[in-house]
């Protein structure tokens, strides 16, 4: 009985691992493929962009025009949903208001807090200038319509656009050249909860 457990338990191991094995790069290429369109998504036009840099928890990427000039920033950001964690890209215009948004991964509730992927929630925040407009839903005086019984999703993904605008207010008098030395730096702690 033992011995025969032992195989079972062996072999079920040994076909695991194969498959994560065989799956974890293309995995890996899905979500590094997500991450490319969400970017394209958020951002003015552009003609070319920046290696991926890390700050802290934070990735980022400046967007350049023909001349090399900084037309934007998109910085991947995270906050903590009814559901668990919600990965979201933020893109930027250089003067500071939010140019779009695009979640990346989330587990909201279907029908109540998915609906932020929609543009009817999401297409609020295109064109939001956080110097003029409180970026918290309206039930905390801000200036965000909340989805209907999705309160919580409505907050978390007004605390994860409030820390893009956080990291943008930081990196934006920094010019790429003054940044690519981190652009090797492999990013780190994407998983840890940044609200807690």
Partial sequence: MILCLGTITLVCGALLAG???????PIEQAKKART???IAKVLPPFESLSEAAVDGEF???????????TVGVAIKT???GF?????MM???KTDGTVCSTSILEHSETPGLGAKAEESAFAGQFAGFDPAQKKLLVKQDNG?????TAATI????YCVAVQNAVDEFRKLMPAAPAEIADTTDVEIVNMEGNINE
Avoid: H, K, N, P
């Fill in 59 to 69: 990735e980022y990427s400046f967007a350049m025009d023909a001349q090399g000039d």
């Fill in 78 to 80: 995270f906050s903590t």
């Fill in 19 to 25: 498959i994560y094995i065989l799956t974890a790069s």
């Fill in 90 to 92: 933020v893109g930027f």
């Fill in 36 to 38: 490319q369109e969400a």
């Fill in 83 to 87: 559901g668990g964690r919600i990965r």
């Fill in 143 to 147: 200036d965000v319509d909340a989805i």
């Fill in 153 to 156: 999703t409505s907050r978390a």
